[in-house]
Structures are given as C-alpha cells and as structure tokens.
C-alpha cells in the first residue's frame, strides 16, 4: 500500500507561482513512480507532469516550460512548482503512484488562478 497526502493548492494569482507537495509512505520513494493529474471544471482527469524512478521527467503540453516536477526521495516528497499560472490552470490536482502494477492516490488540492 501506499499513501499520498497532497498539500499546497490554494488561490494563486495569474502569472504568479505556487508549488504543490505530495507526500508519499508506505513505501520508499526511491521505488514509485509518480505522476501529477489534473481535473478542471467539467473537464476529464489529465496527467500534467510524471517521474518515474529510471526516466527523466516528462510533461503535458500546456505546461511545458511552466511547470517542475522534482522528487525528494529522503523526504519522501514529490514536488509540483508551478510558474507562470493562468485561469486554465484551475483544477484540483492529485498526486498519482504506480507501484508493481497498482495505482494509489491522493485526495487532490484545489489551486485556483485568480485575474
């Protein structure tokens, strides 16, 4: 089993940054993959940003160049710093692990741009 707590959301304003944290136990970081979704209003589920444990980072179109996955493996924690948000950027946004072939997941954060 593993646990995913996600912290960090909240209201940010347009063009501004905020970093989103997601915390892992269970079991050790240095063995999960991890991916950031999103779900905005009316909108379905999508993968924003993932790393995993032998790749390096990929993202989603709309947030290349904008947003920054990172890991912690000794804090157990998965970053998601977001720069340059915009009002399209609101959703709440869940924090994913894949681990021998199960899924968990993490209750979401909303962020909210602001104008």
């Known amino acids: 089993q593993v646990q995913l707590v996600e912290s960090g959301g909240g209201l940010v304003q347009t063009g501004g940054t905020t970093r989103l944290s997601c915390a892992v136990s269970?079991?050790?970081?240095?063995?999960?993959?991890i991916g950031w979704y999103r779900q905005g209003p009316g909108k379905q589920r999508e993968l924003v940003a993932q790393?995993?444990?032998?790749?390096?980072?990929t993202y989603a179109d709309s947030v290349k160049g904008r947003f920054t996955i990172s890991r912690d493996n000794r804090r157990s924690t998965v970053y998601l710093e977001m720069n340059g948000v915009a009002s399209e950027d609101t959703a709440v946004y869940y924090c994913?692990?894949?681990?021998?072939?199960?899924?968990?997941w993490g209750q979401g954060t909303q962020v909210t741009v602001s104008s």
């Open positions: 994913q692990a894949r681990h021998f072939g199960y899924e968990y």
């Open positions: 269970g079991r050790p970081l240095s063995h999960v993959d």
């Open positions: 790393t995993e444990r032998y790749e390096p980072p």
